[in-house]
């Protein structure tokens, strides 16, 4: 979960450069520059003490409208097309066949080609889908239904089909590799989208079975049969969605871990064949698994035993081809887009065929696109740069857990014996993947999508009990995000987060830390957080914590939830700050930890204003100008539901209001929006 000062002739002649190459889709043969600290964003006339967001990023908004084929638009958006742009050269030269490619090159130039080749895509039309729905289509009985499952679970990971499985540490013994069962089988972005019992879900849950109907009617059915086909898969579907958790819920670990014994799950979902599953599948359970939600995975076998055969089949034919319809023709992503992109988000235009063909090469072949990413754009001079203000960052944790006044010594110990197992990673991996054993062919995008997923589940499969990887990442080096992992007790920077305009080394340090800096700071505070403060050093699920410290914990984390429940997304929809606490509190937490390693970096310096900012406002608004941001009512309305992060100009002003060092930057009034009276300031580390 994901992330600007130069003078201003100089900013001028980089947007001059800039903007003719953004206007042509084109690929990038270099990255266009943009400073961390761009004066350009900024709306001067606003006033920073009432709404910093504004001040830093009102010129931004303005000028930056989001595209037609976007449902939001944002500094890290932003970012991220760039980078595929310049993935897109990568792409073609590598798909260009010459005998100097190396084999690695030649095997994502030749992913990319087919993926490319839309005559191709469209002349297949549903054929490759063909024997798979044949396959449902000749399904006698519900003991047949496993080892379909697990075929198609195999190869079709995105699908809806009912649940999904897969690997992962064991929460409370993380040198463990497990086996788990999770919960799915939405077509909808979440579980509330069928309970709730207002207009605008009734609308949805409507134009939902209006698609649904839509696409088995090009897989081959009537429009009769098919609206009383999708009829069925909204009412199986709702069932489904009753029995699973809310994503408030979702976020306490101890509520998606229930180790069980592969044997008990014939008790929770009777007559269904496991062992044909997991023999589809590809790989068997140790002496235990982890079922992340036994109520839902109960009400699956309700399912089996209460609907019609005719029904089932169905909704298995509509999970996956809804699962697989980008990768079909025109018709399936046409009508695919329609709903997901185009009603439930807001989105004017499909994207161009190119971002959809690197962004599956990304996925399906990250680490070998990673390295070409690499090698090119990130130099080993940023990533030492980026490692020191990452030391910087966890020194100043340590000061802050030693100076805590609310927490006891004992549960300090255990805090700075986990800060100090934190692993740093940072750039790209240290050892690369080796894709050696998949095969890619040209003229055959459909073939390829299912043999990379299919290498992946078996690459995932094969580390079941296992010693745990403790080197490995869950992002691709150009992904322009970042991420903790409580499991692996990690912090995870790509280089695609570590440049311009969110890292800049070719300006000072006040914007850098301001904005890479709190986003190192979030991270690492995400161990400490409501949620990863539950995991110890070594990433195993534990109470670590004096029932006393805890208690203050909690008072603490209240404080910033009941803050943020308070803003208003969209129309009359305020934030769920149960939801978001987490990175919430990490925001906060990022930034008071970014503000003292800047200090501490700069304790010998003389720092001197640009830009007319001082060096302490050029910090605040390097933080803010990392969130600039622009998006659709429809997608605010459906993050509201799902995004565990609050908008952007919430997650600025919501954390400077917190902290009186903003205040003293820019001499904010007393009365001013964004200051707070002493005694509601939220403290939590």
Request: net charge neutral.
């Amino acid at each position: 979960m994901t992330l600007r000062a130069a003078r201003a002739a100089v900013l001028v002649l980089s947007l001059a450069a800039v903007l003719p190459a953004l206007a042509e889709d084109t690929p990038f043969t270099e990255l266009p520059y943009t400073p961390s600290l761009d004066p350009t964003a900024m709306d001067r006339a606003a006033d920073p003490c009432q709404d910093l967001y504004q001040y830093s990023c009102g010129g931004w908004m303005k000028n930056n409208p989001i595209p037609g084929d976007q449902a939001s638009w944002s500094v890290y958006g932003k970012l991220y097309q760039e980078n595929q742009r310049y993935l897109w050269g990568i792409l073609q030269d590598a798909a260009k066949p010459s005998p100097s490619r190396t084999p690695t090159q030649q095997k994502i130039g030749d992913f990319f080609d087919a993926c490319m080749d839309v005559d191709a895509v469209e002349k297949a039309g549903s054929a490759p889908i063909a024997a798979d729905l044949q396959k449902i289509a000749d399904m006698k009985s519900i003991g047949e239904l496993g080892r379909l499952l697990g075929g198609f679970h195999a190869k079709v990971p995105s699908s809806g089909l009912f649940f999904g499985s897969g690997v992962e540490q064991d929460a409370k013994e993380s040198s463990q590799q497990i086996m788990a069962i999770y919960s799915g089988g939405l077509g909808l972005p979440d579980r509330d989208y069928y309970v709730k019992d207002d207009d605008k879900s009734k609308e949805t849950r409507a134009k939902y079975v209006e698609h649904v109907a839509k696409m088995l009617e090009l897989t081959g059915d009537t429009p009769e049969a098919a609206k009383a086909g999708a009829a069925a898969v909204l009412r199986i579907e709702t069932a489904l969605a009753k029995a699973s958790l809310t994503r408030v819920e979702r976020r306490d670990p101890y509520k998606i871990y229930h180790r069980t014994a592969p044997a008990k799950l014939k008790t929770i979902v009777p007559g269904f064949d496991w062992e044909g599953y997991f023999s589809a599948v590809g790989g068997r359970p140790g002496a235990w698994l982890n079922v992340s939600q036994p109520v839902f995975l109960t009400e699956v076998g309700a399912r089996l035993k209460a609907e019609p055969l005719a029904d089932l089949k169905t909704y298995l034919r509509w999970a996956y081809v809804s699962g697989n319809a980008d990768f079909l023709s025109k018709a399936f992503i046409d009508e695919h887009f329609a709903f997901y992109r185009g009603y439930l988000r807001g989105v004017k235009e499909a994207q161009p065929r190119w971002k959809k063909c690197v962004g599956w090469v990304d996925g399906e072949l990250g680490e070998a696109l990673g390295k070409e990413f690499t090698d090119r754009a990130f130099p080993p001079t940023t990533k030492a740069k980026t490692v020191a203000m990452t030391n910087l960052i966890v020194a100043a944790m340590k000061q802050r857990i030693q100076g805590l006044d609310w927490m006891s010594p004992k549960t300090k110990a255990q805090a700075l014996e986990k800060l100090t197992k934190i692993r740093n990673k940072v750039g790209y991996p240290d050892v690369w993947r080796d894709y050696g054993s998949l095969s890619v062919k040209r003229g055959d995008f459909f073939g390829n999508v299912m043999r990379a997923n299919l290498f992946e589940n078996k690459r995932q499969l094969a580390k079941i009990g296992k010693p745990v990887d403790r080197g490995e990442w869950g992002m691709t080096p150009p992904t322009v995000n970042a991420y903790y992992n409580p499991s692996m007790n990690d912090i995870n920077f790509p280089a695609g987060v570590l440049m311009p305009p969110l890292y800049d080394t070719r300006l000072d340090d006040a914007p850098n830390y301001g904005n890479t800096g709190s986003t190192i700071g979030h991270e690492l505070t995400h161990g400490f957080d409501d949620e990863g403060r539950q995991f110890d050093g070594d990433g195993n699920l534990r109470d670590w914590w004096t029932k006393q410290d805890a208690d203050e914990f909690e008072k603490r984390a209240t404080c910033v939830r009941d803050q943020y429940s308070g803003y208003v997304i969209v129309d009359d929809i305020k934030i769920t700050g149960k939801l978001t606490s987490g990175e919430d509190i990490a925001d906060l937490g990022g930034t008071i930890l970014a503000w003292a390693a800047w200090k501490e970096a700069t304790k010998s310096m003389t720092l001197a204003p640009a830009d007319g900012l001082t060096p302490e406002q050029r910090f605040f608004v390097g933080l803010a100008q990392w969130a600039c941001e622009n998006q659709r009512p429809e997608n605010l309305r459906v993050n509201a539901a799902i995004n565990p992060h609050s908008p952007g100009r919430y997650r600025i002003n919501g954390v400077v209001a917190n902290m009186p060092e903003f205040a003293n930057a820019f001499q904010c009034k007393a009365d001013a929006a964004l200051v707070k009276k002493p005694e509601s300031v939220c403290k939590v580390w």
